[in-house]
């Protein structure tokens, strides 16, 4: 269910499921991601899902790097989550790169940012049981997906 390729290391700020891919525009290069506690292994890194109600943040590129081929969302402090509770949540999406954007999909969500902009939006969201996925739409290689119970 969730889709890999390159990543370098994430900062805390990075929400529900760490996925990226090479270095380069055209670079097909693949390798395990990583968080800043380790490798991704699929599963909620810090405990229990999310509340609904909760803060999650979605992060495109990195803040060192906001052109760097990277896509996550986690809780507020950093998790990578791969489950979430039904139920309406705020995200905090930080996009700051002019080559990717941060798209959100599922049962009665589309939301996404520009791709040639710079955004920093925050989206009031309700998500229904399903499966939802997040991706930059000029790179369907950078993408997550969760489950929502």
């Known amino acids: ?13 990075a929400l529900l499921s760490l996925t990226a891919c090479g270095g380069g525009e055209d670079d097909p290069t693949l390798s395990a991601p990583t968080t800043a506690g380790g490798p991704t292994t ?5 405990g229990t899902a999310p509340a609904a109600g909760s803060t999650l943040l979605a992060l495109v590129g990195t803040k060192e790097s906001p052109q760097a081929f990277e896509i ?4 507020e402090t950093g998790n990578a989550v791969t489950t979430l ?5 705020s995200i905090k999406v930080t996009d700051e790169s002019t080559i990717h954007n941060f798209a ?6 589309e939301m996404e940012t ?6 920093s939006p925050t989206w009031s969201v309700t998500f229904k ?9 000029p ?3 950078m993408s997550g997906s969760f489950s929502v119970t």
Do not use: N, Q
Not at 104 to 109: A, E, N, Q, R, S
Not at 114 to 119: H, L, R, Y
Not at 129 to 137: E, F, H, L, S, V
């Open 1 to 13: 269910m969730l889709v890999t390729r390159t990543a370098t290391a994430l900062g805390a700020a």
């Open 42 to 46: 699929g599963a909620t890194t810090g």
């Open 72 to 75: 996550s969302l986690t809780d």
């Open 85 to 89: 509770a039904a139920g309406t949540y």
């Open 104 to 109: 959100l999909k599922g049962d009665g969500v």
């Open 114 to 119: 520009s791709v040639d902009g710079k955004e």
């Open 129 to 137: 049981a399903g499966d939802y996925t997040y991706i930059c739409d």
């Open 139 to 141: 790179h369907p290689s």
